[in-house]
């Protein structure tokens, strides 16, 4: 009696993940068929966390289009090249601006360098950083948070979502891939609503006459 209850029960809890899932995958398809109709960049990133976090424990962070030299991070401009999500934990951006000038930044060399949608947990896992190049991990747990998830899109933007949990065991491999599409939604959705900005290109060195 006890092995079928247990069958039973885990068999019940099979099915509350799969509804669940279909739930959210629902959620994520609505999204995108919707997202033309989002006419602020802070409406795409609330939208979308408003889908995410009702069904996991993973808020957005914000979005960011890559800087034209990929250690030129200490470039890029809160309204302009960053979109933070309304409720992104308060002062975290202002302290990642202050101490991160000039310091190599694991999560994003990796995002630029391999296109792969990971977790910070996974990025430290590869990367081993050490001493001052654990800062941004150190920050975020100031701030409340523990993990998170980075989805390059196209070569050209960065969608960021954070957790207070550990996500290795929350995200499964069905879930990153709809999470991963529905980022390239809104990064295609940003790149529309974000003003064109001349100054990434910035100027090319002459020599004088002299």
Same mark, same amino acid.
């Given at each position: 009696? @006890?092995?079928?209850?247990? *069958?039973?029960?885990? @068999?019940?809890?099979?099915?509350?993940?799969?509804?669940?899932?279909? /739930?959210?995958?629902?959620?994520?398809?609505? $999204?995108?068929?919707r997202i033309?109709?989002?006419?602020?960049?802070?409406?795409?990133?609330?939208d979308?966390?408003?889908?995410?976090?009702?069904?996991?424990?993973?808020?957005?962070?914000?979005?960011?289009?890559?800087?034209?030299?990929?250690?030129?991070? /200490?470039?890029?401009?809160?309204?302009?090249?960053?979109?933070?999500?309304?409720?992104?934990?308060?002062?975290?951006?202002? /302290? $990642?601006?202050?101490?991160?000038?000039?310091?190599?930044?694991?999560?994003?060399?990796?995002?630029?360098?391999? !296109?792969?949608?990971?977790?910070?947990?996974?990025?430290?896992?590869?990367?081993?950083?050490?001493?001052? *190049?654990?800062?941004? $991990?150190?920050?975020?747990?100031?701030?409340? !948070?523990? *993990?998170?998830?980075?989805?390059?899109?196209?070569g050209?933007?960065?969608?960021?979502?954070?957790?207070?949990?550990?996500?290795?065991?929350?995200? @499964?491999?069905? !879930?990153?891939? !709809?999470?991963?599409?529905?980022?390239?939604?809104?990064?295609?959705?940003?790149?529309?609503?974000?003003?064109? *900005?001349?100054?990434?290109?910035?100027?090319?060195?002459?020599l @004088?006459?002299?």
């Open positions: 009696m @006890t092995r079928l209850g247990f *069958d039973g029960n885990a @068999t019940v809890h099979r099915a509350r993940l799969t509804d669940g899932f279909a /739930d959210f995958q629902a959620s994520l398809i609505d $999204y995108s068929s033309e109709r989002l006419g602020s960049p802070g409406d795409v990133l609330n979308l966390h408003a889908i995410t976090t009702a069904s996991l424990p993973l808020s957005v962070l914000g979005a960011a289009r890559f800087p034209l030299k990929s250690s030129d991070w /200490d470039s890029v401009q809160l309204g302009k090249s960053v979109f933070l999500q309304s409720e992104t934990p308060e002062g975290w951006w202002e /302290d $990642y601006r202050a101490h991160g000038q000039g310091k190599f930044r694991p999560i994003l060399f990796l995002a630029q360098t391999s !296109m792969a949608s990971l977790t910070w947990t996974e990025v430290r896992r590869i990367l081993e950083p050490i001493g001052a *190049d654990q800062w941004s $991990y150190e920050l975020a747990l100031k701030h409340g !948070m523990r *993990d998170g998830l980075t989805c390059p899109v196209g050209r933007w960065l969608v960021a979502f954070w957790s207070r949990r550990n996500l290795s065991n929350v995200l @499964t491999q069905p !879930m990153r891939i !709809m999470i991963l599409a529905a980022a390239s939604f809104a990064a295609l959705r940003l790149e529309q609503l974000a003003a064109p *900005d001349p100054d990434r290109i910035g100027t090319r060195s002459r @004088t006459a002299r």
